[in-house]
Every structure is written in structure tokens, then in C-alpha cells.
Antibody, heavy 118, light 108 residues
């Protein structure tokens, strides 16, 4: 079954870091990228960053410069997103999504991980 | 960064009616990289349309996308009860993705 399974909810204090995982199954991870998108309560979707499953290259939105890291463990087909120096406005549901290397749309999504910063 | 502006913010319609959602970009977007997503409460977004006009797998043909340049449209020809949701447009360019702020389609 093709799916992305994310780690469970987290509660963090301001200034801490959080690491969210996204395990891919049912497809070859190195033929796609994984994007991270977050959604604050009652708000819209915000793209955070993306990591290539092919070569591990990353890119991210400017607002997360210096705070976000994304890595891939190819042995377990798991992608990780770490966000540092958490603030209360980082409280959101964090989604991972599969991205085609060429086509650039998000065709498969995880169910989301709620990160609460308080 | 390309800004996507969706209108209207909320669309109040009855089942069976036609819905027309707009997505306007602050600069020209490649049609190849314009997508639409549907999101229902408590669920992740679902890909509806990619390449501005191509329906994703298992998306019914009452959903249609059109447009080019800076103006794109998502049309739902006849609203079914399950179509009441929030819809987002998305673009990719210069290694960055941006989303519109969303249009909520609610039952009138």
C-alpha cells in the first residue's frame, strides 16, 4: 500500500526543537522528493521545505532559514524534519507529502503530526 | 516569491449548483506547475488538479481546471454533498512552492 506514515503528536516548550518523521511505503523513495507543509489552527497551508529522495538535496522557504533541517534514512525509507527554536506560533499540524521529481505536485500526503508549543 | 490570491474567500452554494473558484498569481506561473487541492476538516489535502487542467487519479469529471499566465480557475460543474470543503491552489517556481489562502465552499 502506497502511504506516508507520520510520527505522533508532540508537545514542546518555547525554544525547544521537534523532529517529525515520515515513513514511506509502497514506492521507491529515491524516485520522489518529500515536502513538508504546515497548517496552523484554522489557517491555510504553508510550504516549509523539500528534500530530494534521489540526492538528498534540500530547499526551504526563506522564513525557516536557520531553523529547519530535513534528512532521509534510505535504509528505513524515512524522512525527518527538525524545526528548532520553537515559538508559540509554530503550533500547527505538520504534513509530509510526496512530490514528483519532474511534475512538482503533491500527490500523496501523510495524515499530519500536531506539534503544540506551549 | 509568487503570491497566489484566491477568491472568493467563501462561496455559499446549494448542492447541484456550479462553483467557480479563482486563483490569481502576482506574476506569471507555468501552467505545468499549477495545482489545486481539496481539504476537508481533520483530513490532509487531496490533489484534485495538476498542470492547471489535468484531473488527478480518481477525481470525478465534475471537477475541471483551466487558465494560464496569472489567472486560473477551478470549476465544479454540479456540487455534490461531499464537495463542500476548502480548496487551495498551489504553484511551483524557482525551487519554491506557494499556496493560495484557500476558498471555502459551504452549503447555502
Amino acid at each position: 500500500q502506497v502511504q506516508l506514515v507520520q510520527s505522533g503528536a508532540e508537545v514542546k516548550k518555547p525554544g525547544a526543537s521537534v523532529k517529525v518523521s515520515c515513513k514511506a511505503s509502497g514506492y521507491t523513495i529515491n524516485t520522489y522528493a518529500i515536502a513538508w507543509v504546515r497548517q496552523a489552527p484554522g489557517q491555510g497551508l504553508e510550504w516549509m521545505g523539500c528534500i530530494s529522495g534521489y540526492d538528498g538535496k534540500t530547499n526551504h522557504a526563506q522564513k525557516f532559514q536557520g531553523r529547519i533541517s530535513m534528512t532521509t534514512d534510505t535504509s528505513t525509507s524515512t524522512v525527518y524534519m527538525e524545526l528548532r527554536s520553537l515559538r508559540s506560533d509554530d503550533t500547527a499540524v505538520y504534513y509530509c507529502a510526496r512530490v514528483g521529481i519532474v511534475v512538482k505536485y503533491f500527490d500523496l500526503w501523510g495524515r499530519g503530526t500536531l506539534v503544540s508549543v506551549s | 516569491e509568487i503570491v497566489l490570491t484566491q477568491s472568493p474567500g467563501t462561496l455559499s452554494l446549494s448542492p447541484g449548483e456550479r462553483a467557480t473558484l479563482s486563483c490569481r498569481a502576482s506574476q506569471s506561473v507555468s501552467s505545468s506547475y499549477l495545482a489545486w487541492y481539496q481539504q476537508k476538516p481533520g483530513q490532509p489535502p487531496r490533489l484534485l488538479i495538476y498542470g492547471a487542467s489535468f484531473r488527478a487519479t480518481d477525481i470525478p469529471d465534475r471537477f475541471g481546471g483551466s487558465g494560464s499566465g496569472t489567472d486560473f480557475t477551478l470549476t465544479i460543474s454540479r456540487l455534490e454533498p461531499e464537495d463542500f470543503a476548502v480548496y487551495y491552489c498551489q504553484q511551483y517556481g524557482s525551487s519554491l512552492w506557494t499556496f493560495g489562502q484557500g476558498t471555502k465552499v459551504e452549503i447555502k
